[in-house]
């Protein structure tokens, strides 16, 4: 029912957030607890954005299973939602509940700090499309189609 995802730090010269993030896996438990009744009013909900990051983490995890898998966090604000760690390779993603998303800062400091080779936003939209270098705009439903280097 709970999705416990750990942090990843190592020794970065950054202070990095410890603590683990909880998600509940069903997002339409979290719905009815939340009592949102249909769509609407899931839009009109302050929690409609960490909704559809819970979602989309959950639809990532079940394509590219949950081994090495981890957020990463600083004291100061940086933060990446999913870092996969795969046969060396470090692999980022960012859920953004966004018809046009964006680069952020934050994106680019993950990038530098963790040595990232590619970072993913995914989103709700139809299109794939480059944001920056080593940054793409995915939607939701091409995301297994991402080589990660496991397959569940």
Excluded at 48 to 71: C, P, R
Excluded at 121 to 138: S, W
Aim: hydrophobic share 45%; charged share 25%; aromatic share 10%.
């Amino acid at each position: 029912m709970l999705r416990i995802l750990q942090p990843w730090h190592e020794n970065l010269a950054k202070r990095q957030v410890k603590a683990p993030k909880v998600y509940l896996r069903d997002s339409g438990l979290l719905h009815h607890f939340l009592g949102i009744a249909d769509m609407p009013a899931l839009r009109a909900h302050p929690r409609y954005g960490a909704s559809w990051e819970g979602f989309a983490l959950e639809q990532t995890l079940i394509a590219h299973g949950d081994q090495g898998a981890y957020f990463w966090a600083t004291q100061r604000g940086a933060e990446l939602d999913l870092l996969l760690m795969r046969r060396g390779r470090r692999l980022g993603f960012e859920f953004k509940c966004a018809d046009a998303p964006a680069t952020t800062r934050s994106m680019h400091v993950a990038i530098d700090d963790l040595g990232l080779e590619h970072l993913w936003v995914v989103y709700p939209g139809r299109e794939r499309f480059p944001l920056a270098e080593r940054i793409t705009a995915l939607p939701l439903g091409h995301v297994a189609e991402i080589d990660t280097g496991l397959r569940r």
